[in-house]
């Protein structure tokens, strides 16, 4: 175990230890940490990452509280909330012990912990547990947030500390390029002691792709896009002042590092972001009663501010976004001509004949590894499982929490489109079923706001102090 883990889990105890939302800070900074093993010597195999480790004392200090296991117990349950994923969590882990077996030499796969590029033939491995365990957290971390995210407290605390993992990003971003550019990136080599492969050192069109502490420029540019994007839909709910100010500049700047890590994964997910700001915008423009129309006339002035620059830039120096434009094309439009299109191509090949030849049963969890979300889940869980966790999030983000007031609601919509593109870039890149603990926590929080309480419950929020904040902040209504 490194030094900065050991510092870290000091950090973790005592933000547990605390009675405050700490542990909900640490949860999403330490989301741009991503290849640092908190266990100590190889951890048998099996990585467990900061934000892993903490997601996990969270969701235990938030079960320990008086009536919780109860409320876990009712929103499980609960056809509203999460009763489609409990479904998908009991049959995808029987199914991660029955199906390998099952199916046992039957037919190729590539392993999750390949390092090599081909196949090998179906059989039990420690994968499915260690995928089993990963999933089970993560549907863990959607309950612990389902559970606290019903007061405008804890929702005020997740937008700040969405701006917190933000800068996280930036910063570790910002680390990973002057450490490099200045040739000490030893000093980094402490964060990075993950036991999967490692692609920190990558050059393309003749500059550093941006790391960070994350695994590969894939991993760091696609975490930028989803933090991007839910602050950017969340930003009228930021207090006037400081709060809308770092918010902006956090927008801009992870925008920034988005391009330097040159991920064509990221790339698209900025298109895709942008796509659904400008449908989003549309809406809002069109519809008068629309209670997110308050800030419209900054937004559409900013949006004209930056295309007028960018076309009095090219006017000037047309040759100025030339490096863009190359890299975009060669990331992008000629990826399919790159290697590793072609073995990402042959994992997502695999994987869906997986899925065939287990007659649409799937070869289990931690069984294939691909790089397609869907194809993940139907390699693995098969059919079945397939339709329980896609019905669950088509419900997430499609059903209305009509008893909740209006500004609940409009948190429950922004959240939704600010998760649209992590979905998205997950049908490019996913690897494995789990789906992450940032989009575990969001889905969690939209599934909350269908129970919404009173906030003067004095029982609700048990695992927090009452909102620090000494103004309250205004809520879009």
Wanted: charged share 10%; proline share 5%.
């Amino acid at each position: 175990m490194s030094w900065p883990a050991v510092l870290l889990w000091l950090a973790i105890m005592a933000a547990a230890a605390s009675r405050g939302p700490a542990l909900l800070y640490l949860v999403l900074i330490t989301g741009s940490i991503g290849s640092m093993q908190m266990l100590p010597g190889s951890g048998g195999g099996a990585n467990l990452l900061p934000q892993s480790a903490c997601a996990a004392l969270l969701i235990g200090k938030v079960l320990i509280q008086r009536g919780n296991i109860t409320r876990g117990t009712e929103a499980a349950l609960d056809p509203q909330r999460l009763a489609l994923f409990s479904a998908f969590l009991i049959y995808a882990v029987l199914g991660a012990l029955v199906l390998p077996r099952v199916f046992a030499g039957m037919f190729e796969v590539v392993p999750v912990s390949a390092f090599r590029f081909g196949t090998d033939i179906l059989k039990p491995s420690t994968g499915n547990i260690t995928q089993s365990c990963y999933m089970a957290l993560s549907y863990a971390t959607t309950l612990c947030f389902t559970i606290i995210g019903q007061t405008d407290e804890m929702r005020d605390h997740f937008r700040t500390a969405l701006i917190c993992g933000a800068y996280a990003l930036i910063g570790t971003g910002i680390l990973d390029f002057i450490t490099y550019t200045l040739h000490i990136s030893a000093v980094l080599d402490p964060f990075r002691t993950a036991t999967y492969a490692l692609l920190t050192d990558v050059e393309a069109e003749g500059a550093k792709r941006v790391v960070g502490l994350m695994p590969e420029a894939s991993s760091y540019g696609s975490a930028c896009v989803g933090m991007l994007s839910l602050i950017l839909f969340m930003r009228p709910f930021y207090r006037q002042g400081l709060e809308q100010v770092l918010a902006v500049v956090a927008i801009a700047l992870l925008m920034v590092m988005t391009m330097l890590s040159t991920s064509s994964t990221a790339i698209v997910g900025l298109g895709v972001m942008g796509g659904v700001y400008g449908l989003d915008l549309m809406v809002r423009m069109l519809d008068p009663r629309n209670p997110r129309r308050d800030q419209l006339n900054i937004e559409i002035s900013l949006i004209i501010l930056i295309v007028f620059t960018i076309f009095v830039s090219f006017v000037v120096k047309p040759d100025l976004f030339d490096p863009l434009v190359n890299l975009v094309n060669k990331m992008v439009f000629q990826k399919a001509s790159s290697a590793s299109y072609v073995e990402r191509s042959l994992w997502n090949r695999i994987g869906w004949h997986a899925f065939l030849d287990s007659g649409g049963l799937g070869a289990g969890l931690g069984s294939i590894r691909v790089s397609n979300w869907g194809i993940s889940i139907l390699g693995s869980t098969g059919l079945f499982g397939a339709v329980l966790m896609f019905g669950f999030i088509v419900q997430q983000l499609l059903a209305v929490p009509r008893t909740a007031p209006a500004h609940v609601k409009q948190f429950a919509a922004v959240s939704k489109l600010g998760l649209l593109p992590t979905l998205i870039m997950y049908q490019l890149a996913g690897t494995i079923p789990d789906i992450g603990i940032l989009a575990a926590a969001v889905l969690g929080m939209v599934a909350a706001t269908h129970a919404v309480r009173p906030a003067s419950s004095p029982d609700l929020v048990p695992a927090v102090r009452p909102d620090p904040y000494a103004t309250p902040r205004p809520q879009l209504s």
